[in-house]
């Protein structure tokens, strides 16, 4: 009996440090929800590219903590110049006892994996580790945070591999930079999770390296979690390497962030990531989500620096939540309706649950990107979990001309999916009119869930979409693991028997900086399936993570190298929700020969190329008296927005006037030029731009 409750104690013990350094979720109130018929998107007009394995999934270490083990918001395998090796941090606990250690892994050119250890020697609990690379000396720097008791609960350290020396694993010890000694708004503030950019200084002849960590203490009075940042900068040579310097750091924090971490002017949460260019640019992007009955709302932004981190960081940001319409079912009824007040629901589109995404700069570091969900919400601020209802986008901010924009995705893309509105999953060629109907006359819709687990609680945890690039050739890849054939598996769709504990890894990749995408590379481990990969049989890979950089290889072809976990039990033992079992797994590397050549680029006749301009669906619709018609402009313009009866004939002129670049809205009663109501039916309305460079039509139904 004694040791039944000494083990016990070590296990409550070890699952309080365990439990004690994850990303806290925001979430939204689930709703309950009726079954729908299960409809898979499918295009046949984009390109799948080839690919061939260079180096078969190899395995690196056995770990028994299966949660983020490259961390949450960067990358942890990173090419050094030239494509000369890789190095790969990661933590990981080799048996089900033993303590979370950060380790990390060399690979040369040749994919051969030479080196895999800890990097510290002290036997303490660790985790959450970043890496960048020196472009000069092909030293890795590297942050993690430590599990400590006492004042403060967790210390950041620092340290770096002297491989310019002649070879991997020549670490400096690691030394301490952020703990309770470096002011911050709060004398409580514990920022953890650090992570590692390595870019240019102002100073000559010298690099800087940037370590950013969040705060894992909200100050909000409800007590819901926003993570300001610290943000420790550094300046150092190849001399300072030689000296094994602990350099000399400067701190600063963002104020808005900091106002957010205490709820002024209201409680807000940050979701997003950070960024160097090789030009001194240093960024946040990502998107805030509110609570209900906010007066801000959720919205995309950025905080952009210019001057290497130096000096303030400016505030960019626009709404991010889309209204959209309520499908009419065969009988006219609406699709979704409250099931305690009859009334038809309000919905709309928001980013959910997609806060484990890096940010990249692309097409010569004039635009920051990232990859995320957008789902459908129910106001004021609800959702469906058990309705697959979330899709892909690709989140782009111009830094030239200060504007925003997203793209539909390769999952769902629409007819336009440069035209800054979401496309509607049931109306994907986007005609305002309902694609299909079940059998009993209700609105159906193509489902997507790229997200590789399936109980709601744990999405938070479980989502992971990452950018990588190769600047040079206007190289893009994006990676995400997809979990909709195991849904539809558990909802007990006998077509995907054989799902339940299956995911798919998927990549799209784009030759012209992300404007135009491949259909996606599908790869599972499922024996009787068409993307069926060999290399895979067996494995249950997870925590996809794309090296920082495509290796070009000439011909059009490039390398891919992908750090992942395979987990010997479905679901995540480690997570907080602790789903599966406690088997451990291991974590692998790959690298996959990506061709290029055969897709569209901006440069060919047949691309979609982003529009000067932007014409979105009516809302409501169908409407009665009136309907609100937004649009937006990449410049300046003269705008003509016109309306027309099914004959043809034009009832009334909306908008005929200059206009600036923006977003814009205007709003029809249902009456025409001379201020007469007009009859109920179906209605076009036109916008032109510039008498003609660009034009949209777009449907509505006027109801009486």
Not at 228 to 237: E, P
Not at 465 to 477: C, Q, S, V
Not at 512 to 534: C, F, H, L, R
Request: aromatic share 14%; charged share 20%.
């Amino acid at each position: 009996m004694r040791k039944f409750v000494l083990f016990f104690i070590v296990l409550i013990f070890t699952i309080s440090l365990m439990a004690d350094d994850f990303m806290k979720p925001l979430l939204r109130e689930g709703i309950e929800a009726d079954s729908s018929p299960n409809r898979v998107y499918e295009n046949t007009q984009r390109i799948i590219p080839d690919y061939n394995f260079i180096t078969d999934p190899s395995f690196i270490i056995s770990s028994f903590y299966d949660y983020m083990p490259g961390s949450y918001n960067s990358l942890p395998i990173q090419v050094q110049p030239d494509g000369d090796g890789l190095y790969v941090v990661f933590h990981g606990r080799e048996t089900a006892a033993s303590t979370r250690r950060v380790y990390y892994a060399y690979i040369d050119g040749e994919g051969t994996i030479t080196n895999v250890a800890t990097i510290s020697t002290d036997d303490i609990h660790e985790g959450y580790a970043g890496i960048g690379i020196d472009p000069v000396t092909s030293d890795p720097m590297v942050s993690w945070h430590d599990v400590q008791t006492g004042a403060i609960a967790h210390l950041d350290v620092f340290t770096y591999d002297l491989y310019h020396l002649g070879s991997a694993g020549l670490w400096k010890a690691p030394f301490t930079i952020i703990d309770e000694n470096i002011p911050t708004p709060y004398a409580d503030d514990d920022f953890i999770w650090p992570y590692v950019f390595v870019g240019p200084s102002p100073n000559p002849d010298m690099r800087r390296v940037y370590v950013v960590a969040n705060n894992y203490i909200s100050h909000q009075p409800s007590g819901n979690p926003s993570e300001n940042v610290l943000i420790g900068y550094a300046d150092f040579n190849e001399n300072d390497l030689n000296m094994q310097s602990e350099l000399s750091w400067t701190f600063n924090t963002i104020p808005i962030l900091d106002g957010w971490n205490s709820g002024d002017p209201e409680e807000t949460r940050p979701n997003q990531a950070f960024n160097v260019s090789q030009d001194g640019k240093v960024v946040y992007m990502g998107y805030s989500s509110a609570p209900e009955g906010s007066t801000i709302g959720d919205r995309l932004y950025v905080f952009y620096n210019d001057n290497y981190g130096e000096g303030d960081y400016e505030y960019i940001s626009v709404p991010v939540d889309y209204d959209i319409e309520n499908p009419l079912n065969q009988d006219g009824t609406p699709r979704f309706v409250d099931p305690d007040t009859g009334e038809p629901m309000e919905l709309y589109m928001e980013p959910y649950l997609c806060n484990h995404m890096n940010t990249i700069f692309a097409d010569n570091d004039s635009k920051i990107m990232f990859l995320g969900n957008m789902n459908i919400m129910i106001r004021p601020a609800s959702w469906w979990p058990d309705r697959m209802m979330m899709y892909l986008k690709l989140y782009t901010y111009d830094i030239a001309t200060q504007t925003f924009s997203f793209q539909d995705f390769v999952d769902l893309p629409g007819v336009n999916p440069h035209d800054d509105t979401p496309v509607l999953p049931w109306d994907i060629d986007e005609d305002g009119i309902v694609d299909e109907f079940d059998d009993e006359g209700y609105v159906t819709w193509i489902s997507g869930h790229p997200i590789y687990f399936n109980v709601s609680d744990d999405m938070f945890h479980e989502n992971n979409t990452k950018l990588t690039k190769n600047e040079e050739n206007g190289w893009m890849a994006a990676m995400w693991q997809d979990g909709l054939k195991c849904r539809f598996a558990l909802d007990g769709d006998p077509l995907y028997a054989g799902w339940e504990e299956k995911a798919e890894i998927k990549i799209a990749l784009s030759a012209d900086n992300g404007v135009n995408w491949s259909e996606p590379i599908t790869m599972n481990a499922k024996t009787d399936d068409d993307n069926y990969v060999p290399q895979l049989d067996g494995m249950m890979p997870c925590y996809i993570y794309p090296a920082n950089k495509i290796i070009d290889l000439g011909d059009g072809h490039g390398k891919l190298d992908i750090f992942f976990y395979d987990d010997f039990s479905f679901g995540s033992f480690s997570s907080p929700n602790a789903h599966g079992q406690n088997l451990g797994g291991e974590l692998m590397y790959m690298s996959l020969d990506l061709d290029f050549s055969e897709l569209i680029s901006s440069n060919d006749d047949n691309t979609i190329v982003p529009n000067i301009a932007s014409l979105h669906q009516n809302f409501p619709n169908p409407f009665n008296p009136s309907t609100e018609i937004r649009y937006s402009l990449q410049e300046d313009a003269e705008v003509n927005i016109n309306i027309y009866n099914v004959k043809g004939q034009k009832v009334k002129t909306l908008v005929n006037e200059h206009a600036t670049i923006g977003n814009h809205s205007v709003l029809w009663n249902g009456d025409n030029d001379s201020k007469e109501a007009v009859s109920s039916g179906v209605y076009f309305y036109e916008m032109k731009i510039d008498g003609g460079e660009y034009s949209s039509i777009k449907k509505m139904l006027l109801l009486k």
